[in-house]
């Protein structure tokens, strides 16, 4: 939910939510004193209701951002960007500190959960896709990675193990 406020000449209150199924913060939606809900409007993107005036004006905002990956190594002057397609977040680092895993939960995002684990060289290679899911952690002996499926239900999640060495 993002924003939530009572509408003064009414008994219902206002508020953006997410359907899972429909994307995150993309209606505006309401909520009588009955239990009733009822869609007022779609919008586009993520936004957040900020308050309703006496009048019934709405103060909405769309919001946007992203997730960028920088390498900093030492006795190196410029930080390297290891950002790939539009939310890139680390969740684990190799014991040698030669690979990471992150995932991506951008639009372009292929599984329906919404996220994409992949595994990436610091070396400076393309990243390898290793399948839906986020979160991902290396096993101890670096071979294999876990990534959370369905983090949408966290109760309903379920791992999936994935083989490195089938995929580099």
């Known amino acids: ?4 406020a009572w509408v003064p000449s ?4 206002w508020f953006i939510a997410t359907n899972p199924d429909e994307g995150w913060a993309d209606a505006l939606r309401t909520l009588n004193t009955s239990g009733q809900q ?7 993107g993520i ?4 308050d309703i005036s006496s009048d019934g004006q709405l103060l909405l905002s769309n919001e946007n951002f992203g997730l960028e990956l920088f390498l900093h ?3 190196v002057s410029r930080d390297r960007s290891l950002s790939w397609l539009g939310s890139s977040c680390v969740s684990d680092i ?4 030669r690979s990471l895993i992150f995932w991506d939960g951008s639009e372009s995002a292929t599984s329906d959960m919404g996220f994409d684990t992949y595994l990436r060289s610091l070396d400076g290679g393309a990243p390898v896709k290793l399948g839906p899911g986020d979160l991902g952690v ?3 002996d670096g071979k294999r990675v876990l990534a959370e499926l ?3 239900q966290p109760i309903n999640s379920r791992c999936c193990p994935q083989e490195l060495e089938r995929r580099k």
């Open 10 to 13: 009414k008994d219902e209150i």
């Open 73 to 75: 190594r030492t006795g």
């Open 138 to 140: 290396f096993s101890p």
């Open 47 to 50: 936004s957040r209701l900020h």
């Open 1 to 4: 939910m993002e924003g939530l």
């Open 150 to 152: 369905n983090c949408r």
């Open 38 to 44: 009822r869609v007022v409007l779609r919008l586009a």
């Open 94 to 97: 190799s014991r040698d500190g």
